[in-house]
């Protein structure tokens, strides 16, 4: 491949990563202002649900154990306290789960994981949590893991955990 080519390519994808940063800047602003609440925003298409912290708590707090691994280092027992992630759809209207194709979590830092209809509505399995061994998780600036984080107790590496969380958003199909 000639110079030229390799020079059009990335001169392309920094136009194209530029574009993308600017069409995200409003929503990272949003998020970061969520996340500076404690507040925990559910969208489904025009309808919006804002929790704050008590809310979210008043929708069946458990504590719970789970294991994060990474880094190729061996598994942590943590112990979390937080709400199923699914106890959060309350509220937004008439939501039919057969409409929803894709649950998307967003996260302050620009971080987003999908779910699908079944992982949400599994027991035991996704939580949004705010603590951490009985202490609450902080925020960035603190260098915490928080407000928010949402937890996949089925999911054995901690891939798709998010720090940070500040968006449920339900897509149609």
């Known amino acids: ?26 929503d990272l602003a949003e998020r970061r202002e969520l996340m500076e609440k404690a507040t925990f925003m559910v969208t489904f298409g025009e309808e919006q649900v804002i929790h704050e912290m008590a809310d979210i708590r008043g929708l069946g707090e458990t504590e719970f154990t789970a294991v994060l691994r990474g880094g190729g280092r061996p598994g942590r027992e943590y112990t979390f306290t937080g709400v ?16 929803v194709g894709m649950f998307v979590v967003k996260s302050a830092d620009g971080f987003t994981v999908a779910f699908t209809s079944e992982e949400i509505m599994a027991e035991d399995n996704i939580y949004i949590v705010y603590k951490q061994n009985g202490e ?3 925020t960035r600036a603190d260098g915490g893991t928080g407000p928010y984080r949402i937890v996949v107790r089925q999911d054995p590496f901690a891939m798709r955990w998010a720090r940070y969380a500040v968006e449920l958003e339900l897509k149609t199909e």
């Open 1 to 26: 491949m000639s110079k030229k080519a390799i020079v059009s390519i990335l001169v392309v994808l920094v136009i194209i990563i530029g574009v993308t940063a600017y069409l995200q800047r409003g």
């Open 84 to 99: 199923p992630l699914r106890n959060l759809i309350v509220g937004i209207g008439e939501v039919n789960l057969a409409d």
């Open 136 to 138: 609450p998780l902080g």
